[in-house]
């Protein structure tokens, strides 16, 4: 007899079949016992029909505790009623395990409880597909920057210097010396693009943030590129194109998981490069229209504010050009004015918020060394970034990708908290 996962159930149907399994639930009458399996492929019904498998069987699986692992024998057969559209009719019952007082059961848990028990809420349904659609995500970005030409290229997490400024920044000692976890892989990138030409990073980044809001890990996931010979206007093609390419990779390739989440597909199908563009300024008027005065010329977005301007799209919007004294060192000073840098955000819909930050980088050493100064950083740690813009400095341009909040968009989550395995949040180290 085969044994097989349940993923490769629509090529066995009519067969019978061996699976290792967990019961993630089930309910049962007199007569039919209905097992909901999962084995992290997936998950699947079992029918245990009190007739065809005799009294023991079926009395052994009314017993069944949530979460024992079994072996499991039986037939599969077509079952137009489930999105899978397959079934097991259970033939035999092999207890593993059987697990006791299983903690996360079918009523309604509060969130700290789940946070505490993430080592096993990871198990259900809901999560099982967010992490599904993550793994698609990072397959989908893989494959993106390979199909266009791009190397990836790891940068350190031990750093000496601080990309993004140096108030969020993790300390710890490296043998003497200070050093800091990566807030940010991209002055590192910045050197390999000048040796590989396009690159890109996909690793852990850390900001030791005191922000709690549904937008902020303290641990998390950026993707990174950074373009030789790349200007402003040809970067922002490159993040509509491949926020595209993920998306529509998902939709491709996750569409049960998107089921299981309830998520509302027909907006994610409107997510197609190009994406609208409008400018800081033009977003500050917009936000004044529609009533907002708390806001200033030269302050940042705050998540309401993101969220009225996202609202207006049904795509992710970029908002270009923001003041130059809010945002990091490194940004190319816009060429007709000296009060806003070429960058953009990229704003997701449906409230999700900042997804890219991303900007063409300064390219003129002298430029850069005052930059330096005038944001207090230390010099000498700089040094070497310098090193960029003295031999052979060109244009180039890159963006971040924060992972997380790009999951928690595409997969409907309400917080980032359900879209990395083991979140690190603030107050939240364990499990
Ligand atoms: O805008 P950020 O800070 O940009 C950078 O770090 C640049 N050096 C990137 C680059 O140009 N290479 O971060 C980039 C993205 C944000 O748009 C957001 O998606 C995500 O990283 N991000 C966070 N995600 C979760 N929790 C946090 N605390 C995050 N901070 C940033
Ligand atoms: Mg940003």
């Not at 969130?111 to 809420?121: A, G, K, N, Y």
């Not at 922002?236 to 926020?243: D, G, K, R, T, Y």
């Not at 816009?334 to 918020?353: K, M, N, Q, T």
Request: charged content about 25%; some cysteine; aromatic content about 10%.
């Amino acid at each position: 007899m085969k044994t097989i996962m349940i993923h490769e159930m629509p090529d066995h149907v009519g067969e019978t079949v061996k699976m290792g399994a967990w019961l993630a639930n089930k309910r049962s009458s007199g007569k039919i016992a209905f097992l909901q399996l999962r084995d992290g492929s997936g998950f699947v019904q079992g029918v245990v029909v009190k007739e065809e498998v005799g009294e023991d069987m079926f009395a052994k699986a009314k017993s069944l505790t949530q979460e024992s692992s079994l072996y499991i024998i039986g037939e599969i057969t077509t079952d137009e009623r489930s999105s899978f559209g397959y079934e097991l009719q259970v033939k035999e019952i092999e207890v593993i395990h059987e697990a006791v007082d299983y903690p996360i059961t079918p009523k309604e848990h509060g969130t700290e409880f789940l946070m505490d028990h993430r080592h096993v809420w990871l198990r259900s349904r809901k999560q099982h597909a967010i992490m599904k659609i993550r793994d698609e995500i990072i397959r989908a970005t893989y494959e993106f920057f390979h199909m266009n030409g791009f190397v990836k290229i790891d940068p350190p997490i031990l750093t000496g210097s601080s990309p993004e400024g140096t108030s969020e920044l993790f300390h710890t000692k490296y043998f003497d010396e200070d050093a800091y976890l990566s807030q940010s892989g991209q002055l590192y990138m910045e050197a390999a693009a000048m040796a590989l030409g396009k690159v890109f990073s996909f690793g852990p980044t850390f900001r030791a943030e005191k922000s709690k809001t549904r937008r902020h890990l303290i641990e998390f996931w950026m993707i990174e590129p950074e373009m030789a010979f790349v200007e402003h206007a040809e970067s922002l093609e490159v993040q509509e194109q491949f926020v595209t390419h993920i998306v529509q990779s998902v939709l491709q390739n996750c569409p049960l998981e998107l089921v299981r989440l309830g998520r509302d597909i027909s907006k994610l199908e409107k997510v197609q490069a190009p994406f609208p563009r409008i400018t800081y300024d033009d977003a500050i008027k917009f936000l004044h229209e529609k009533g907002f005065d708390d806001i200033q010329w030269g302050d940042d977005f705050g998540a309401p504010h993101e969220t009225a301007i996202a609202e207006h799209y049904d795509k992710p919007v970029f908002i270009m050009h923001y003041p130059i004294g809010i945002k990091p060192f490194y940004m190319q000073p816009h060429p007709d004015r000296d009060d806003v840098v070429l960058c953009a955000d990229l704003i997701a819909p449906e409230g999700y918020g900042e997804i890219i930050g991303g900007s063409e980088r300064i390219h003129d050493y002298e430029l850069m060394k005052q930059r330096i100064k005038e944001h207090n950083l230390d010099e000498t740690a700089y040094e070497w970034y310098l090193d960029l813009s003295k031999y052979g400095a060109v244009p180039h341009s890159g963006f971040g990708l924060g992972l997380e909040r790009t999951v928690a968009w595409i997969s409907g989550a309400e917080h980032v908290r359900e879209s990395i395995p083991f979140p690190r949040l603030l107050n939240r180290l364990y499990p």
